[in-house]
């Protein structure tokens, strides 16, 4: 309880950094070497590089584009023209234009808190009845064969389905986060089954991370990612810092580390005028 408190006390004082401060901290950022290759979506904002876009501007046929996945070449969504009709969707981020991949009618009515992307198929949990919360019931329209799967179980696969922080698409590895929080992830190679584990720490272990240690002050203690991202080894997350009052304005920064080396480095670092809530997904492009 003690050290709820204090994080609690140290997360108020972030709300007080000086105008000064502020400054030094974007340009400390504005400093790093920030890679463009990137793809982060929030509860807001696409960002693509330098570019940001509302994600409420983006739409097919008048309808908003409700993003679930995001791809190296563009992002999937779906929007919906009932509670039962469904358009299967790819927009390409060169030109931001919806593709139809294909439309469908569900068997019963769409949860649609509940859509996820999983194995290269759109997945929507399905709600039975009059309740508000979704069945058992999952239902998959596969992007290449268009062919339709319902799965009704209450197995142990059910539960994969569920938002995992790198959007189920690593096969070689499994993450761990702490429930109700964020400030370590455990990292688990499945074929070897070597866990390892990455909290504030990583950041002492490269200029940039000592940098924004710095910066953070005691606040370290509040380290945690949001969205991982697996290439090759690697592994990006996603960390908050939060610059003005109430997060307005903040950042997102991208850390890169090597699961064999276990060495980090800066990947690249996005403003935020206003507070985005959070991260909904990512990709390295």
């Excluded at 290759?37 to 501007?57: Q, S």
């Excluded at 429930?179 to 074929?191: A, D, Q, R």
């Excluded at 003005?244 to 996005?270: C, H, M, Q, R």
Aim: proline share 2%; net charge negative; glycine share 6%.
């Amino acid at each position: 309880a003690s050290i709820l408190c204090l994080i609690l006390a140290f997360s108020m004082s972030a709300c007080y950094y000086s105008e000064s401060e502020q400054e030094e901290i974007i340009s400390m950022f504005d400093s790093f070497d920030n890679n463009k290759n990137f793809a982060l979506l929030t509860y807001f904002e696409l960002v693509v590089g330098d570019n940001h876009y509302d994600v409420n501007e983006l739409k097919y046929d008048g309808k908003i584009c409700n993003i679930v996945y995001l791809d190296k070449d563009g992002f999937y969504s779906v929007t919906f023209d009932s509670d039962t009709e469904v358009n299967f969707l790819f927009t390409s981020y060169d030109d931001l234009e919806p593709v139809l991949l294909g439309e469908e009618t569900l068997p019963s009515h769409i949860s649609r808190n509940y859509v996820f992307f999983v194995f290269f198929c759109f997945g929507i949990k399905l709600r039975v009845g009059e309740t508000e919360e979704p069945d058992s019931i999952n239902y998959f329209w596969n992007v290449d064969t268009h062919e339709i799967t319902v799965e009704e179980s209450q197995n142990e696969t059910n539960r994969m389905y569920n938002r995992s922080i790198d959007n189920n698409r690593s096969k070689d590895y499994s993450y761990k986060v702490p429930n109700g929080s964020n400030h370590y992830i455990e990292i688990t190679h499945n074929e070897t089954g070597v866990t390892k584990r990455i909290d504030a720490s990583v950041l002492n272990t490269f200029e940039e991370g000592k940098k924004i240690k710095k910066a953070y002050g005691l606040l370290s203690l509040l380290f945690g990612a949001d969205n991982v991202y697996e290439q090759n080894g690697n592994i990006y997350f996603v960390s908050y810092f939060e610059v003005g009052f109430l997060g307005d304005p903040s950042y997102y920064y991208i850390t890169k580390w090597n699961f064999e080396t276990e060495e980090a480095e800066i990947f690249t670092s996005v403003y935020f005028e206003t507070f985005p809530e959070g991260v909904i997904d990512m990709c390295i492009i």
